[in-house]
Nanobody, 124 residues
Framework: QAQLVESGGGLVQVGDSLRLSCVAS????????MGWFRQAPGKEREFVAA????????FYGDSVKGRFTVSRDYAKNTVNLQMNSVKPEDTAIYYC?????????????????WGQGTQVTVSS
């Protein structure tokens, strides 16, 4: 069984920075696309960012472009999300996701494996 475990969530102030990390383990390939989604209370799941297996190709949701950066370490099979200049609307549960193809994450907003999620709360 493949497993994704997130860490790094918490309570921050508007304008602060936060870094989320996700490590893949179990029956998983390091050559997989990985990324992040989020879901706020009462809202649908939203694509945040994703990258291909070696971190060269990266895509971002419109609401986070210029503020968030996704990075991938395929040797460690991890994906990170650096969140800068956070806003109250960034408050959500953030989910790590992995898929065999980047297109599956970015275009289909689907994944082969999901993490349990980590809460990010931005206080004003």
């Amino acid at each position: 069984q493949a497993q994704l475990v997130e860490s790094g969530g918490g309570l921050v102030q508007v304008g602060d920075s936060l870094r989320l990390s996700c490590v893949a383990s179990g029956r998983t390939s390091s050559r997989q696309a990985m990324g992040w989604f989020r879901q706020a209370p009462g809202k649908e799941r939203e694509f945040v960012a994703a990258t291909n297996w070696n971190g060269v190709s990266k895509f971002y949701g419109d609401s986070v472009k210029g503020r968030f950066t996704v990075s991938r370490d395929y040797a460690k099979n991890t994906v990170n999300l650096q969140m800068n200049s956070v806003k109250p609307e960034d408050t959500a549960i953030y989910y790590c996701a992995a898929a065999g193809e980047l297109r599956r994450l970015v275009v289909l907003n689907a994944a082969d494996v999901w993490g349990q999620g980590t809460q990010v709360t931005v206080s004003s």
